[in-house]
């Protein structure tokens, strides 16, 4: 293996520095790029936010600002490693999975609901 390929492949493993991390961040005013969570709002918000590369740093993508958002950590996991043609692209297929799992969600809470007013009351 060429050297500038293993000095590139340390490069890429490098973590974003608490520094680099919170740049973010403040640049996209603490909103998840993805969702539009609000990372000011409340501590618990707060505590949830990441900083996503666009380009997963998996698949090569650079730590650049430019390849780096704000994003939740449910948005961060739905997105994955995936690899998408652009951000917008990305957004939307975060969104519409988000969309499907709420759905499920509903679905599962209406179930509950039903059990627990099909159960005979205790009192
Ligand atoms: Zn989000």
């Known amino acids: 293996m060429p ?5 590139q492949m340390i490069r890429r493993a490098k973590p974003l520095t608490l520094e680099e991390g919170l740049n973010i961040l403040k640049r996209d005013h603490y909103r998840c790029q993805y969702c539009g969570l609000d990372g000011s709002t409340s501590f ?3 505590l949830v936010m990441t900083v996503d ?11 650049e600002p430019r390849n ?3 994003a939740c950590r449910p948005c961060n996991l739905i997105k994955g490693r ?6 917008e ?3 939307a297929y975060v969104l519409q999975r988000r969309e499907e799992l709420r759905k499920e969600w509903e679905a599962r809470m209406a179930r509950l609901k039903g059990h627990k007013a099909a159960a005979p009351s205790a009192g």
């Open 3 to 7: 050297i500038s390929r293993l000095v």
């Open 44 to 46: 618990e918000n707060y």
């Open 53 to 63: 590369f666009v380009i997963p740093r998996a698949r090569g993508g650079k730590k």
């Open 68 to 70: 780096l958002v704000t």
């Open 82 to 87: 995936r690899v998408f043609k652009s951000f």
């Open 89 to 91: 692209e990305a957004k």
